[in-house]
């Protein structure tokens, strides 16, 4: 990569967790994108010039996408610094990963601005010290697949197994609220039974081996959470009827999208897909909740620059 002086980047919307996978197995969606631009300025340091869609702070120091930023910027010891206009597409506290795609768009866009060619262990995390800023935590599942796209099974130092995707089709329902990562996390024990954390462990090691057999569907059927889901189901809004529908519309597995408030659901194909939003939908509408519906598979692009 040649170094520029500007660039616009853009980095997906993730599902975390899989329900299996409690801050160690994120995958990438097809949209919504977020997109990052950013310029080269003489002055050292991380600015940002304006944040559109959301209200976040303007506080370099508080801001994840300028933390992640300005990390890179430290590892690559360069004197110049970067003004980032950042567009929020994928909207925080939504459960679809919003603190990961600003802290992956940031981190990566700062390096293919210095032409910098960090590989995946150097990079993940200087976006994760944007993501921590958020979620007051460490977990890679969603900044993994934000970065590298496709679905990462991620331990918090750093190294990500990319496994073979499962041909799934995604809806993912994102009803209007807001829940708070750090706020779904509080709600969790712990210490957790160790008859708990040996089924946890047998669900997790079946689900990377269907996913390496190929078996889409067994891999949807081992997805099955008991440390974290219990407890965070009654945060989420309509959440088992939600689930009914879904179901009743043909998913085969599904649950809480990373802390939610979104849920995601499993289905063979696009038709079934779409009658799966539809459901939810008609449970939103009833509850007289605004939401968004997205339908498509496991991205394989994660974070890359958008050509003019
Ligand atoms: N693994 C994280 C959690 C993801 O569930 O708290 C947050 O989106």
Redesign the pocket.
Known sequence: MSPRDHISVAAPATV??LTVG???L?LALERPLERLDLKRTDTPGVTIKEILGASLPMDPAKNVSSVAAQSVLKTLGVEWGVELTIHKAVLPGS???S??ASAASAAFGVAALAGADLKPHELLPLALDGEQVA?G?R?A??VAPALFGGLCLCTPDGRIDHLPAPDWHLTVVHPQTVIK?AE??AV?PYHVAMKDALHQMAQLGHFVHCCHTGDAMEAAFALEDVL?EPH?IPLQPHFREVQSAAMNAGARAGG????GPSSYWISFDKDTANDIGQAISTVFLQHGLDHHVHVGSIAERGAHIIEA
Do not use: K, P
């Not at 809480?256 to 802390?259: A, F, N």
């Open positions: 975390a967790n409690f801050d160690c994120g459960g679809i990963g603190s990961a979620s935590a977990h599942d969603n990562t779904a996390r969790l974290a965070r809480i999208s990373g802390s």
